[in-house]
């Protein structure tokens, strides 16, 4: 599993945010519930959906799996002009990337974030940066299908 090192400009997106922890993980309920009403969204770009996950900085240094988290369901948008209730812009900011290709279902994405930072990380030149984590789930992203494919975002510096 070799990353492509990738620069990524700010992109706007406008979704739902929801706090969670591995061990109370909500991820089912807040993709249920961005889905019903995605299509409230104006000026989307494209059709990838974005699964974003903001720690803090203290996250990884104490990990535990009760440690919370916030995690967006969102899609990008040309502008915030028109924001649906209950929904909410979020910049995200520029920054480097180490960009890893998760092939199979959703449910053993564990395994490649165990790889990432167990094995990945330890042999880089690369450390992780405190700036958002994200998937992209395009066109090839299948959720619990054995073929799915989704690109894992990684910040570095």
Same mark, same amino acid.
């Given at each position: 599993?070799? $990353?492509?090192?990738?620069?990524?400009?700010?992109?706007?997106?406008?979704?739902?945010?929801?706090?969670?922890?591995?061990?109370?993980?909500?991820?089912?309920?807040?993709?249920?519930?961005?889905? +019903? +009403?995605?299509?409230?969204?104006?000026?989307?770009?494209?059709?990838?959906?974005?699964?974003?996950?903001?720690?803090?900085?203290?996250?990884?240094?104490?990990?535990?799996?009760?440690?919370? %988290?916030?995690?967006?369901?969102?899609?990008?948008?040309?502008?915030?002009?028109?924001?649906?209730?209950?929904?909410?812009?979020?910049?995200? $900011?520029?920054?480097?990337? *180490?960009?890893?290709?998760?092939?199979? *279902?959703?449910?053993?994405?564990?395994? !490649?974030?165990?790889?990432?930072?167990?094995?990945? %990380?330890?042999?880089?030149?690369?450390?992780?940066? =405190? +700036?958002?984590?994200?998937?992209?789930?395009?066109?090839?992203?299948? =959720?619990?299908? #054995?073929? !799915?494919?989704?690109?894992?975002?990684? #910040?570095?510096?």
């Amino acid at each position: 599993m070799t $990353p492509r090192i990738e620069m990524l400009g700010e992109l706007k997106l406008v979704g739902q945010r929801m706090t969670m922890s591995l061990s109370a993980n909500k991820t089912r309920e807040l993709w249920q519930n961005f889905m +019903r +009403r995605r299509k409230e969204i104006p000026n989307t770009i494209g059709t990838n959906l974005y699964s974003i996950q903001l720690y803090d900085d203290l996250y990884f240094k104490t990990f535990s799996p009760h440690s919370t %988290f916030e995690k967006l369901a969102a899609v990008e948008v040309t502008n915030f002009d028109a924001v649906p209730p209950e929904m909410e812009a979020f910049t995200m $900011p520029s920054g480097l990337y *180490a960009v890893f290709l998760h092939k199979g *279902a959703a449910a053993t994405g564990q395994a !490649s974030f165990n790889y990432i930072f167990s094995t990945w %990380f330890p042999d880089s030149e690369y450390s992780l940066d =405190n +700036r958002p984590h994200f998937e992209v789930l395009g066109e090839k992203y299948k =959720n619990d299908d #054995p073929d !799915s494919e989704e690109e894992m975002w990684i #910040p570095i510096k």
